[in-house]
Every structure is written in structure tokens, then in C-alpha cells.
């Protein structure tokens, strides 16, 4: 399945899978709590969500270009405006005081798969920047001309295998991972990177389309 400015989309998507937020912190939570099996399955639980954002957006898209494509033009544009926006604030919190991620540890120590992956999918579903973020995102990558719901699980399953390999990478050496996570030093390079980077992208996707 094509996929407009790969290569943008394969950069944008591996940066804001890699810098910490909600997901990166239940996934350590789960495994300091219980393991590291079960800060996979959390992973995957987060993983499908991605599956069912795309779904949601498709939808929104198919609708809007069902109107017209000046509508899809627009939407495009504020999707690359809203990249910007993200970049940003990536820049404005990276120099700002940063106390780093609290991962709690003292939890009980069992827990079930099943609750887990239930977990993992109900922060991801539940979780409103995700779903603007898919929003605003998949429309600078589709292709009118062919089936948006296609191009944005084909997306979506790149997302997700990208994620899955950072995140249960993160449950195989969370010791490691608490100490990165909790220094705000590690975190305000991170967020500063995004942010130029999105910056960046959101700014050529702009002009790519006023073009």
C-alpha cells in the first residue's frame, strides 16, 4: 500500500514512539509491578488501541473527502500546522525544570494478563492526544486516490510494530529504563529532539502542500 512521504512518515512516527509519555510509564509500571511479561501484554494492549484510532480517522477522512477535496486540503494543513504545534511544545518543555518520570514500584507484585492488556488498551482508547494526534497526522501521508481506511491501518500496523519493539524492549530492562526515564536531563534532550524534528517536518509537509 503507498504511503505519501514515507520516509517523513517512518522519522515522525519512530520519535513520538520513543519519547516518554503515559504509555512509556504504565508499560514500566506494569513490569516493576509484575514483570516482564506482563509489561509486554501491556504493550500490546496499548498496541491495538493504535488499530482502532486509525479506524476512527479513516472514517473522518472518508467523509471529509466525500465532501471535497478543498476540505481535505484544509484538513492537511492544519495537521501540518498541528505537528508544529507539537514541536513547540516539545521545545518549550525541554527548557523548562524537569523532574523526570515517577514510576512506582511498590505496587502488588501480581497481576494478571488479562488485566494487563486490558490496561494497556483502555489508556490507549481512552487517551483524547492519541486520537487528535492520529487525526491530525495520517491525512499528511493518504493518498486520495486510493482507499484512506487501507493507507491508515497499513499506518497504523507500522505504528504498532514499531512500538511494540520499543516498548517490550523497555519491559526486558526496565531497571535500566527507570534510571533513564527518571533523568530529567535524558528527558529534556529527548523532548528537545521531537520537537525540532517535528518542527521540521511539520514545516516541509506545510509547504509541500502550499506548493
Not at 488501541?49 to 486540503?73: D, K, M, N, P, Y
Not at 500546522?81 to 514541536?87: D, H, R, S, T, V
Not at 526486558?172 to 528527558?187: D, Q
Request: net charge neutral; proline share 3%.
Amino acid at each position: 500500500m503507498y504511503i505519501l512521504n514515507f520516509e517523513a512518515f517512518l522519522v515522525a512516527i519512530t520519535l513520538l514512539t520513543i519519547t516518554p509519555g503515559i504509555d512509556t510509564v504504565l508499560v514500566i509500571k506494569n513490569t516493576s509491578r509484575s514483570g516482564g511479561k506482563d509489561g509486554m501484554v501491556t504493550s500490546l494492549g496499548i498496541c491495538l488501541g493504535l488499530f482502532v484510532h486509525a479506524t476512527f480517522s479513516a472514517v473522518g477522512i472518508s467523509a471529509i473527502l466525500l465532501q471535497s477535496e478543498e476540505l481535505f486540503f484544509a484538513m492537511k494543513l492544519t495537521g501540518a500546522a498541528y505537528l508544529i504545534w507539537l514541536g513547540i511544545g516539545g521545545l518549550k518543555a525541554a527548557f523548562k525544570s524537569h523532574s523526570g518520570l515517577t514510576i512506582d514500584g511498590s505496587v502488588a507484585r501480581m497481576s494478571s494478563v488479562s488485566q494487563s492488556l486490558k490496561e494497556g488498551f483502555l489508556s490507549n482508547m481512552l487517551n483524547p492526544k492519541t486520537a487528535i494526534f492520529y487525526l491530525a497526522f495520517l491525512p499528511q501521508f493518504i493518498d486520495p486516490q486510493n482507499s484512506p481506511l487501507l493507507q491508515a491501518l497499513t499506518m497504523a500496523g507500522i505504528h504498532f510494530v514499531i512500538a511494540m519493539i520499543w516498548q517490550c524492549g523497555l519491559a526486558g530492562a526496565v531497571s535500566s529504563a527507570k534510571r533513564f526515564f527518571a533523568n530529567p536531563m535524558a528527558l529534556k534532550w529527548m523532548e528537545g529532539i521531537t520537537g525540532s524534528v517535528l518542527i521540521i517536518l511539520g514545516s516541509k509537509l506545510l509547504l509541500d502542500e502550499q506548493s
